[in-house]
């Protein structure tokens, strides 16, 4: 299961859970990643796209409900958890 926090539309907290990743939607999300961008605006769009593909929502919802400075942990629990990386040492280690 993935568990993502974003703000809605009122600056409040809201939980958006996936029960079911398929390894094909890992992969899809992997290739977002070894990809070359030209700016940080195309990678921030691109990643908020496969993300919110995998969670069932719109990228909007993402680009508007996560803070700017925090993009990148965001992206980086994603991840954490898309990959399967739940050990508190190798998260310890990562971060």
Known sequence: M???K?????GK???I???WVSTRTMLDYLDVLGKKY????EYVRA???IIAKTMGITSDEILDGVSGPGYDLFVQNFNNQIMGIT???TLAEMN
């Not at 030209?38 to 605006?41: L, S």
């Open 13 to 15: 907290d809201k939980v």
């Open 38 to 41: 030209k700016t940080q605006a």
């Open 2 to 4: 993935i568990e993502l």
């Open 47 to 49: 990643t908020a796209e």
């Open 87 to 89: 050990d508190p040492e």
């Open 6 to 10: 974003i703000k809605d539309a009122q």
């Open 17 to 19: 859970t996936q029960n």
